[in-house]
């Protein structure tokens, strides 16, 4: 086996190889087309040297130990590369979920599927159900061999581009929010099926709504028993708030920290720069400190063979907020030029340089998965043991 240094060694010289050194101006205002076909290709690049899915399982094409993994996830981040926007939702969401709670037949079909570049979004919120995620309406009627789908998904990110969906509908509107809901894979190519993309103020399209019109679900696209899909999606949810932190910590220190300080540093037309201003240099330091926190709780949220039942929680939430605060700075010292940026590269995260465009995208991270509000909730009831708010008669 690799030891540490060499395995670092041998990504470090992959990445020379082989990340685009010109990504990031061929991805600035590309088409849809351009943007597909370039994450594919990218998946696949990633694919071939087995850096695409190393959380998978060693049989469908991961088992890489969590220490490569760190320093896999570490090497990228380091050398700029492209991030795997399209394919986020297909190998963590929808794996994790097909791997927990999935029949055999389900995960033959699908998880090969993913790695041939099969792309997944999620269809769990809706209008007047997104903290509150157990008030979902969509309803699911059983009619033989299938169900029949009618209702609206809200925030559907990457629908657009989507081959299948994780959905959450409603088959028994009698039992208490959480114990009427089923879990099930929608083929987003069924009739009823229509998709309306959602134009946010930075002028992108990446959000959408779902309209399901008397759409038919085969009965064995249900994944686990039929009302205890609100179990199975805590499987999705907790690989949202989990094993996705450790790539996006180390994206946060390398592309958006490491990207602050140089920015900090860069000369000024009047001279000197604004590393010269104390409180700047403090500032610095405390972010610095707080993302030596976040890597280290990344790392131990995944090494745990048991993690604890708030951890991911207190992982997502200390993540959205540090990437709020470090972007909300950034903005700051990049001052009004930055206001000017209209457009980041659509394969980079949320630390694309674009100060201001990645500020606004930052508060998209502090909703998704589970709002700031819901986190310190279940921390509070689930890891510190606080007793359940009282529940208020409507």
């Known amino acids: 086996m690799e030891s540490p240094a060499e395995f670092r060694a041998r990504v470090r010289d992959w990445c020379a190889a082989n990340i685009p050194p010109d990504w990031r101006a061929a991805q600035t ?7 597909v076909s370039f994450q594919q290709a990218w998946f696949q690049r990633l694919r071939a040297a087995g850096f695409a899915v190393p959380h998978w399982p060693s049989q469908w094409g991961g088992g890489m130990p969590v220490e490569q993994q760190a320093v896999l996830y570490s090497e990228l981040a380091a050398h700029d590369a492209p991030r795997l926007v399209l394919a986020f939702v297909s190998i963590h969401h929808a794996a994790a979920t097909l791997l927990a709670a999935g029949t055999a037949e389900q995960r033959q079909r699908h998880l090969p599927a993913i790695a041939d570049g099969e792309i997944w979004c999620q ?7 997104g903290s509150d995620l157990a008030a979902l309406t969509t309803s699911a009627r059983r009619r033989g061999d299938t169900y029949v789908v009618n209702g609206r998904k809200l925030w559907a990110s990457g629908a657009t581009f989507a081959d299948w969906c994780l959905l959450l509908a409603r088959t028994d509107p009698d039992a208490p929010k959480r114990h009427g809901i089923s879990y099930f894979l929608m083929d987003m190519r069924s009739p009823g099926v229509e998709v309306r993309p959602i134009q946010q103020a930075t002028g992108e399209w990446h959000f959408c709504e779902i309209f399901l019109d008397d759409v038919e679900i085969p009965a064995a696209n249900m994944i686990g028993p039929e009302n205890q899909g609100w179990q199975v999606a805590q499987q999705t949810l907790g690989a949202e708030r989990g094993m996705t932190m450790l790539e996006l910590a180390e994206r946060l220190a390398h592309g958006g920290f490491g990207r602050l300080v140089r920015l900090c540093a860069a000369p000024r037309p009047g001279g000197g720069s604004a590393s010269d201003d104390p409180v700047v240099c403090d500032r610095l330091a405390r972010l610095e400190t707080e993302l030596t926190a976040l890597r280290g ?4 949220l995944v090494a745990a063979e048991t993690p604890g039942p708030a951890d991911a929680s207190i992982v997502k939430l200390y993540y959205s907020e540090l990437l709020q605060r ?8 990049a001052g009004t030029s930055t206001h000017a940026v209209i457009r980041t590269p659509r394969s980079s995260g949320w630390e694309s340089g674009a100060w201001m465009l990645d500020f606004l995208g930052s508060w998209e991270w502090t909703i998704p998965g589970g709002t700031s509000e819901i986190q310190r909730t279940i921390i509070a009831e689930r890891g510190l043991g606080l007793p ?3 529940v208020v008669p409507r």
């Open 29 to 35: 205002g590309a088409t849809d087309a351009d943007f």
């Open 123 to 129: 269809g769990f919120s809706e209008p007047g159900a």
């Open 297 to 300: 709780l990344c790392a131990e």
């Open 326 to 333: 470090l972007m909300d700075f950034g903005t700051e010292i």
């Open 388 to 390: 359940r708010e009282p």
